[in-house]
């Protein structure tokens, strides 16, 4: 039930990410779902669809207090941790960004737990929602 | 006139307002304090500013606030990560490592109990390994402990069998360890799916009461009489009256950890006065 936590709120931002004047990707928040804080080494991927459509997972990033880091390269960030409650987001390398309006972004945090085994498998946070792109 | 217990909140209850950010953790303490909290527990990874590298100027600040209200910070909850490395397990030189930096901080926070939880791993397998690993890791911060008159406890959680950290008690034998038990040992119902329930007899509760240092008064669910429907509370209260445990029972709702929305300020207050009700 905690996917619900995942979208604290349904914006999409187009965003100039190189700052050259040119839009070349969009970003949007997302919740820490665990009930704990946790390392960005436990996230396992960040899995998205955006009108069906899936992205690929070397051009998203998160972004976590400013700090940009590439969702593949998660799994060794031990030092930078996801606090309890906190909002961070995502941010996918895209030409032109996404157009005006509503589009369906389906969403899946996959994380391990860093405190050792719960005995209720690997944390799953699969949601959807409809986004507006502002 | 006997010893009784006291009165304690963890501030874990308030997870549900704290996630959304509707409520700080000093609301959440503040709060805890107004409805009759007379002392305050933390949860490392929920409630340390800045986690897991608090300065001592964050530390202090909290602990400030906490003392500014009349009570103290009296159970320090914290996790010792097995898992944080994605290719390996923690080292038992690793795991002493955290311990020593959460035993820190718990002075700096001028708390007297230390709770780290030690979860499950495919490389301790069995009662023996269990205890093995506890005592190895427990021998390494005695001298801190004692030193700063810190008692560090060992939770009994479900599904742990009171027995063997009855056991793992006796064995160490130490006056700065003890042992934490939590409700969820004498669950009767399951609430959640999640929720593990120990429904172990209630003499076994008895049994861990002269070891006893802390007590985890666990909720899941309440009734529109303010009972506690997963949990026997009265039984288990009457045996720490009755024991003349004079430490704090810390109440700790967990209906909200799957992501359950609740109004944790009337759910605080219904857990306290049920505690208070039975003492």
């Known amino acids: 039930m905690a996917d619900r936590l995942l979208l604290p709120d349904r914006i999409i931002r187009n965003m100039d990410v190189n700052k050259d004047g040119e839009i070349d990707g969009f970003q949007f928040n997302i919740c820490n779902p665990f009930y704990t804080a946790e390392p960005v080494s436990s996230i396992r991927s960040i899995q998205l669809k955006i009108d069906g459509d899936e992205v690929d997972t070397e051009k998203t990033s998160l972004i976590i207090r400013n700090q940009r880091i590439k969702i593949k390269d998660a799994p060794t960030v031990y030092e930078t941790w996801w606090r309890f409650g906190e909002v961070s987001s995502v941010l996918v390398e895209k030409p032109g960004g996404l157009t005006l309006g509503k589009h369906q972004l389906e969403i899946n945090v996959r994380m391990r737990t860093s405190s050792g085994n719960y005995g209720f498998g690997e944390p799953e946070f699969p949601t959807k929602a409809i986004m507006e792109v502002e | ?279």
């Open chain 2, 1 to 279: 006139m006997s010893p009784k217990p006291k009165v304690a909140m963890s501030i874990y209850s308030y997870g549900a307002d704290i996630r959304r950010r509707r409520m700080t953790v000093e609301d959440a303490i503040e709060h805890a304090v107004s409805i009759g909290a007379e002392g305050i527990e933390l949860v490392d990874k929920q409630h340390i500013p800045n986690y897991p590298y608090p300065s001592v100027y964050d530390l202090r600040k909290l602990r400030d606030y906490i003392e500014s209200l009349g009570v103290k910070m009296v159970c320090y909850s914290t996790y010792v990560d097995r898992a944080i490395l994605s290719d390996r397990e923690a080292t038992i030189g690793e795991m002493v490592k955290m311990m020593h930096e959460q035993i820190a901080v718990a002075d700096v926070l001028g708390v007297k109990v230390y709770r780290p939880a030690i979860l499950p791993s495919a490389r301790v397998q069995g009662e023996n390994a269990f205890i093995k690993e506890r005592i190895e890791l427990i021998k390494e911060v005695l001298p801190d402990l004692r030193k700063y008159n810190i008692k560090l406890g060992m939770e009994i959680h479900a599904p742990m069998q009171p027995e063997l950290l009855l056991r793992l008690a006796k064995k160490v034998n130490d006056k700065s360890f003890g042992l934490i038990p939590d409700f969820s040992v004498w669950a009767t119902k399951q609430a959640l799916d999640t929720h593990i329930i120990g429904k172990a007899p209630l003499e076994s509760f008895k049994a861990v009461m002269p070891y006893t240092i802390h007590v985890h008064a666990k909720a899941h669910m309440f009734n529109e009489k303010g009972e506690e429907l997963t949990h026997p509370y009265k039984e288990l209260i009457t045996i720490l009256k009755e024991s003349g445990y004079d430490g704090y029972i810390s109440a700790e709702f967990e209906g909200w950890w799957e992501g359950e929305d609740y109004d944790s300020k009337r759910v605080a207050e219904t857990h306290i006065n049920l505690i208070k009700r039975y003492l």
